[in-house]
């Protein structure tokens, strides 16, 4: 960390504009600002006890990335598809019992632990927490086998759904 300054201030500009652009290759700015800002209260915080301020910068800096990757990451994992999804197969297929039974057929081709997952969820409403705690499994878990299995069971029921409306059609 080579700078002219001893402003420990504008060190950690200079290293997270560095450290971000080059090193991880990141040029958003507000992601840049957001990693100073954390930086310098942490600074402002800590400074007394800090013996090596580069050795505690490049702790800091590496910190505060992991942290934004973590974020981020943990955004993509908990999309809420539970709105969405269950509406989708409330509104669209589930308008008689006969509906139902193909659901349910359908549910029943999907490998475990999908088709418990589904179940639970779907039929029974059952909330990721209460799967996870039956099943002794992570709620994130649950939720991602949820969320793999919701576009393949879409996919097979348009697809029956379009050969049941397509059939009148189709007998010669």
């Known amino acids: 960390m080579k700078t002219l300054t001893t402003d420990p201030h504008i060190q950690i500009k200079e290293a997270c504009e560095r450290v ?3 090193r991880y290759r990141i040029r958003d700015e507000d ?3 957001n990693a100073m800002t954390s930086i310098i209260e942490s600074y402002e915080r800590v400074n007394d006890t800090i013996k090596n301020f580069e050795a505690w910068l490049i702790g800091a800096i590496h910190h505060t990335y992991c942290d934004y ?7 993509k994992m908990f999309v809420n598809y539970d709105q969405v ?3 989708w197969v409330r509104r669209e297929l589930v308008e008689s019992e006969y509906d139902m039974n193909l659901i349910t ?3 029943n081709k999907l490998k475990p632990p999908y088709v418990e997952i589904v179940k639970k ?3 029974e409403g059952k909330s990721h927490r209460e799967i996870a705690g039956e099943m002794q499994m992570n709620e994130a878990t649950i939720r991602k086998y949820y969320s793999r299995s919701l576009p393949r069971l879409k996919e097979r029921l348009r697809l029956i759904t379009l050969i049941v409306l397509m059939a009148p059609f189709l007998i010669c």
């Open 20 to 22: 971000f652009l080059k």
């Open 31 to 33: 992601v840049i600002y």
């Open 85 to 87: 999804d269950d509406q």
């Open 121 to 123: 969820k779907l039929l």
């Open 105 to 107: 057929s359908e549910i």
């Open 69 to 75: 990757i973590f974020q981020k990451n943990r955004s």
